[in-house]
């Protein structure tokens, strides 16, 4: 097989030899420059290049292992390889010195030809490494690095399709990867497959940025895409012999206990979602301490990933009910990514702490509640920085809503929300604009039920909420929000015109 660069960058060619476990040899090369990167069942063992300072010998006498005087009775022909067996066999270096310097220069490699935007390729997959030998690589990290670091419109023009669905990667595991703020953000509004135009949208970054996170996070194997550019053919599909044509039998189980199960099932999720519902913070949400550390917070985001995964209820996919384990489940994740991600949860921590003190100096003066306005207020007058950008991006997303600009709205109202996650106005227009995006509604519920969870009394998010329920035809959702709206304050005339509405609906329907 034989390709351009331009057409199958190297990263995507890796990421396409790994995922069916080819073996054998990708040979590129861009003028005189030449690089070999050999692979073992879908594994990459070795790579090298013919760029001086990517030989071994460089290696070598930089890191002063080996002089170049001791160097220079050996062969100036000798391969990478041939030369580490030849300094060890000469006693001049260990093997172990020798293999973590291969590993080095194998890491180097790969990040120069990862690079290369034009040039040709050609694989081989009878072409073999000669060695018994297979180097270290951290292939998923220097591919998503190499998603960072290639140009911006060369990447975005990977992603032809803005209606291309993208999903998060079963089993993905995002502690330990040192993933950037904005890939844990992106990462944590991804719970439920989304098309490239609206998670991009979700993001709050420009196109071209969006496009760079995603497509290194797909490279890496974070996330998965809907249309990848191939550069070899499909396999066949296995026969009824090789996939197995007789399923083993599966053990029969009584009626009745199935059916307890089942009961106890719905019944501890109906728990879950109430929990969910009451939480205001991301401590809450993940159900631990805020002295918990980064394992235990992993071990519990995989217990309720386990138990309440929107994917295990997929036969309830398109209800009312699954709707409403995907907009919890959504607050999970964004808790998770948030808290095990050291930076993030440092900031995160240090805004629920000046949220607290601001409304305890708040409600002492004023004797009480306190309505949204006055905490918008401090947040774009506080001499914090974080405050007066949050302020500063929510002014900006909130015209932006108003004058029907959607994308900008959420990228602003976004930013808001995430500077500052215990303002309930945030977090309520962040909501609202979500609303507008008929994929982005599960998510839309999530920030006003916090809004509502954050100002219990303020009546304008409850209305809010009522019309995100009207608008996904949640009636008897929508009618008990209003309710608690005028319980609070009976002179609310947008929820009572709201209410008299949905109440006609239904008599009408």
């Known amino acids: 097989m034989k390709g351009t660069l331009s057409e199958q960058p190297l990263a995507e060619l890796i990421r396409e030899i790994s995922s069916r476990n080819f073996s054998g040899t990708l040979r590129l090369e861009r003028d005189r420059a030449q690089a070999a990167v050999y692979f073992e069942n879908g594994q990459v063992i070795f790579a090298a290049s013919n760029l001086r300072s990517l030989r071994l010998k460089e290696y070598l006498e930089k890191r002063a292992l080996v002089s170049e005087k001791e160097l220079t009775p050996?062969?100036?022909d000798l391969s990478d390889l041939d030369l580490a067996a030849a300094v060890c066999t000469s006693g001049l270096t260990t093997r172990e010195q020798v293999d973590q310097l291969l590993a080095v220069m194998v890491a180097d490699v790969l990040r120069v030809v990862l690079l290369w935007t034009n040039g040709s390729w050609d694989y081989n997959e009878r072409a073999r490494l000669g060695y018994p030998i297979e180097v270290p690589v951290d292939i998923n990290s220097l591919l998503r690095e190499a998603g960072?670091?290639?140009?911006?419109?060369?990447?975005?023009?990977?992603?032809?399709n803005p209606n291309e669905m993208i999903s998060r990667a079963i089993g993905s595991e995002t502690s330990g990867n040192n993933l950037l703020p904005n890939e844990s953000f992106l990462l944590s509004r991804l719970d439920t497959p989304t098309k490239l135009q609206e998670l991009v949208e979700?993001?709050?970054l420009r196109e071209l940025d969006a496009h760079r996170i995603i497509y290194g996070l797909a490279l890496s194997g974070m996330v998965t895409r809907e249309y990848w550019h191939h550069a070899f053919r499909a396999e066949k599909a296995p026969t009824g012999k090789e996939a197995g044509e007789v399923a083993p039998p599966r053990a029969k189980t009584r009626e009745a206990e199935a059916?307890?199960?089942?009961?106890?099932e719905i019944a501890e999720l109906e728990t879950f979602l109430a929990r969910l519902g009451d939480a205001v913070d991301y401590y809450e949400v993940i159900g631990l301490s805020p002295e918990a550390d980064a394992n235990e917070i992993k071990l519990a985001y995989y217990a309720l990933a386990r138990r309440y995964h929107p994917d295990r209820f997929h036969i309830q996919s398109g209800t009312p009910q699954h709707a409403r384990i995907s907009s919890a489940f959504a607050r999970v994740t964004q808790a998770y990514e948030t808290l095990t991600d050291p930076g993030a949860r440092s900031a995160y921590d240090a805004g629920l702490e000046r949220?607290?003190?601001f409304s305890g100096s708040r409600k002492s003066k004023a004797g009480g509640a306190v309505g949204p306005t006055e905490g918008f207020e401090f947040a774009v007058g506080s001499p914090d920085d974080?405050?007066?950008?949050?302020g500063q991006c929510f002014r900006e997303g909130l015209q932006a809503l108003q004058a029907g600009q959607l994308q900008l709205a959420v990228k602003q109202l976004a930013a808001a929300a995430?500077?500052?996650?215990?303002?309930a106005r945030y977090r309520a227009h962040y909501g609202r604009a979500l609303a507008a995006g008929e994929q982005t509604r599960r998510l839309a519920e999530s920030e006003l039920q916090a809004a509502v969870k954050l100002e219990p009394a303020a009546t304008m998010y409850r209305t809010m909420l009522a019309e995100l329920y009207f608008d996904l035809n949640f009636h008897r959702r929508a009618q008990t929000e209003l309710k608690r709206a005028l319980s609070i304050d009976p002179n609310d005339a947008k929820a009572r015109a709201l209410l008299r509405k949905i109440e006609k609906a239904g008599r009408t329907g």
């Open 148 to 160: 960072h670091r290639l140009p911006l419109k060369f990447v975005s023009a990977r992603f032809r």
């Open 202 to 204: 979700l993001s709050g």
């Open 74 to 76: 050996l062969s100036r």
């Open 386 to 390: 974080e405050f007066q950008e949050a």
């Open 259 to 264: 059916a307890a199960e089942a009961e106890k």
């Open 355 to 357: 949220s607290r003190q």
């Open 418 to 423: 995430r500077l500052s996650p215990r303002d």
